[in-house]
């Protein structure tokens, strides 16, 4: 059950693009179908290495997350978030940043909808 809920979770997180936004590079999706999920009891590492090109010229992006059931309706979860733009000077403010945070999850009840 733990583990249903574990991996559930997890993948709600990433498609509601909850890995999302920040204030430097906001972006409309949270890099789909680049996420691997490795699973382990209670514990699991989600993570995504990409890259690609935009009006800035190249740019290689680093998600991890890390996740731990506290219990039936809880996770707890770390999270980095890490941005190299290639092309851009070393002095621009967003051509390497690290985003990166920490917190908890709760299961709630959606109507309709099934545990």
Do not use: Y
Not at 65 to 77: I, K, Q, R
Request: charge should be neutral; include cysteine.
């Amino acid at each position: 059950m733990c583990l249903v809920f574990l991996r559930s979770l997890v993948l709600l997180l990433i498609s509601i693009q909850l890995l999302g936004c920040t204030t430097l590079q906001p972006k409309p999706t949270a890099n789909p179908g680049a996420f691997h999920l490795n699973a382990n009891k209670s514990n699991s590492v989600i993570f995504s290495n990409d890259s690609g090109t935009d009006d800035d010229g190249t740019w290689v992006e680093s998600w991890v997350f890390v996740v731990t059931l506290l219990d039936n309706n809880e996770l707890l979860v770390e999270w980095t978030r890490m941005v190299n733009n290639l092309d851009m000077p070393r002095t621009a403010k967003s051509s390497k940043f690290v985003v990166h945070g920490s917190g908890t999850i709760q299961r709630v009840a959606v109507a309709g909808l099934s545990p």
